[in-house]
């Protein structure tokens, strides 16, 4: 599943490819995904990430709204190509065609008629609000992954980078978040900075089916510490990458240094 830094990486390389450019026209071939009208003749005046969605803002002050969900993807074509199996939208433009390509058909696109955004207020590269998130939590009995799994308070974590970022911290993923201290949210702030961002920089992970904008893979695979290293051992206690699950996800870590 796309999460923050694979839905950036999207955004960052739609700006470079779409933004200013006059939409001629919107081929909707998944009839799930229901009726999109009124984006021809427009022009995609901004592209911006809200969570994990992508919102393209059109210069009528109309939005449109893309989430990937499990196995969205969207693929530029510059040249004419086959359309590729899956395919569940497409958006032409003069200098080539955006795809949307989703084996599972949960993404969805939706044209939202007002100007103002969408009030996503927990951005964790911008806006982290660590004493914030350490109030609500100190309340709370689930477990510390679960909490940053919630997009309610921290929006774009899913369940790679979250156990990236708790190894990083040294925290057990099923230690109850009330008992994270302040100190510890500071450092899981840090860590979620930094993973993300590096992240970001490396257009994102591919451990199954994420491909960027041109169909490349990303490239984050290769600087993960536990996640899809269940045996190995850990690189920095040497001890042995478990994998159990937590509420239904494969969640990896390291029991010597993550013990509590
Ligand atoms: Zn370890």
């Not at 969900?69 to 433009?93: C, D, E, L, N, S």
Request: hydrophobic share 40%; aromatic share 8%.
């Amino acid at each position: 599943m796309p999460e923050l830094p694979e839905v950036e990486t999207l955004c960052r390389q739609l700006r470079r490819v779409i933004a200013n450019r006059e939409i001629l026209s919107v081929e909707i071939l998944d009839p799930r995904l229901g009726a999109v009208e009124g984006l021809t003749g427009r022009k995609i005046t901004a592209v911006t990430r809200q969570g994990k969605a992508v919102e393209m803002k059109l210069d009528n002050d109309a939005r449109l709204l893309l989430h990937l969900r499990m196995t969205g993807k969207m693929q530029w074509q510059r040249a004419y190509q086959a359309v590729p199996p899956h395919t569940r939208f497409i958006i032409a433009f003069s200098h080539g065609r955006l795809l949307c390509i989703d084996t599972r058909r949960f993404a969805t696109l939706a044209i939202k008629a007002d100007g103002s955004s969408q009030a996503f207020v927990k951005e964790p590269l911008l806006d982290f609000r660590t004493e914030e998130l350490y109030k609500i939590a100190r309340v709370k009995k689930l477990p510390v992954k679960s909490f940053l799994l919630d997009q309610r308070w921290i929006a774009g974590i899913g369940n790679i980078y979250a156990c990236e970022i708790l190894h990083e911290v040294s925290i057990n993923p099923w230690r109850p978040v009330c008992g994270v201290s302040l100190r510890e949210w500071r450092k899981i702030e840090r860590a979620t900075k930094v993973i993300l961002e590096k992240a970001i920089t490396c257009r994102g992970t591919t451990v199954s089916d994420w491909r960027d904008l041109f169909g490349r893979k990303g490239q984050y695979q290769h600087e993960l510490k536990v996640y899809g290293r269940e045996g190995l051992p850990c690189l920095r206690c040497r001890g042995h990458i478990q994998r159990l699950r937590l509420s239904g996800r494969g969640t990896y870590f390291c029991p010597s240094c993550q013990k509590k």
